[in-house]
């Protein structure tokens, strides 16, 4: 599976390189995809069904993504993307040290739910040492404390309709003549249901710091950078996501990154 997303890399390089208006600014690099007809994004909607069926086929649903060892925490986490949202709602629960934050779980479930920072807390904790990588081509090793998505889920209770699950985020991203769009992520259930799918409300044994996504950021493990929605608020199940963004499962997808986005 490696070798596909190198592949993928170095070709969008080697687009980049040729494309001398880009701004090479943090994932901005790849604005250019989302030109709906363009080639580069056609070829990585390809590369992405390929990825998904090989990693789902050859790695096993529930494969676990490699751990580390404290002493092999690399470095602090390196913010990226947002990192201090500014949205009205976002502040105010912020300058009241998240103490009015809910967790929703809502759309294709039996009974929609919401839970404080302190009741996630208080729910069977779990901790993982894993290497993020982002796709503009760093790396770090950190360690995670939240609490398992999939077991939430169950108290939830999802309807056999379900096919994906949503997530929203709190802050917004500048987008272009569309003006701000929220961040949003998707996955399938069987990320969802990964047990190392985490609400991760601790980071490197800290509270998780604004910057990384305070209160609450997800950890998808197997999944690239950009598929750990940071500031998040509420998890939908939806048989379809075209209904959210642009229509393609999120933020970075709508602009030309692939769903799938595995390790
Ligand atoms: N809500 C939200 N989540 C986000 C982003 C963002 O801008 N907003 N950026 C993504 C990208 S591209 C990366 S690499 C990681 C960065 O996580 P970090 O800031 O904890 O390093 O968050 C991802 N999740
Ligand atoms: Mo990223």
Redesign the pocket.
């Known amino acids: 599976m490696g070798k596909l997303i190198v592949n993928r890399r170095s070709f969008l390089t080697a687009s980049a390189a040729g494309a001398s208006s880009l701004v090479l600014a943090g994932?901005d690099q790849f604005d250019f995809l989302g030109q709906r007809d363009n080639q580069v994004r056609d070829f990585l909607e390809r590369a992405n069904t390929l990825t998904y069926q090989a990693q789902r086929i050859l790695g096993g649903e529930q494969a676990l993504a490699k751990t580390f060892s404290e002493t092999e925490i690399r470095q602090p986490?390196?913010?990226?993307?947002?990192?201090d949202p500014r949205t009205d709602e976002y502040v105010a629960l912020r300058d009241n040290g998240f103490a009015d934050y809910r967790f929703r779980v809502i759309g294709l479930v039996e009974r929609e739910l919401s839970f404080s920072l302190d009741e996630l807390r208080n729910m069977p904790a779990q901790s993982q040492i894993t290497r993020?990588d982002?796709?503009?081509g760093w790396s770090?090793i950190a360690k995670w404390t939240g609490t398992r998505l999939g077991a939430i889920l169950d108290q939830a209770g999802v309807k056999s309709s379900a096919r994906f699950a949503v997530y929203h985020?709190?802050?917004v991203?500048a987008g272009g003549l569309s003006g701000a769009e929220p961040?949003y992520e998707s996955s399938d259930l069987i990320d969802a249901y990964h047990p190392q799918s985490i609400l991760a409300y601790g980071l490197n044994n800290e509270v998780l710091p604004v910057?990384?996504?305070a209160p609450v950021?997800l950890r998808i493990e197997r999944a690239l950078?950009?598929k750990?929605?940071?500031?998040l608020h509420t998890v939908e199940l939806v048989d379809s996501f075209v209904r959210f963004g642009k229509g393609q499962g999120g933020y970075?997808e709508d602009h030309g990154y692939d769903w799938y986005g595995g390790i």
């Open positions: 994932c986490m390196r913010p990226n993307g947002s990192t993020h982002c796709v503009e770090c985020c709190y802050d991203m961040y910057s990384n996504g950021r950078g950009y750990q929605p940071k500031y970075w």
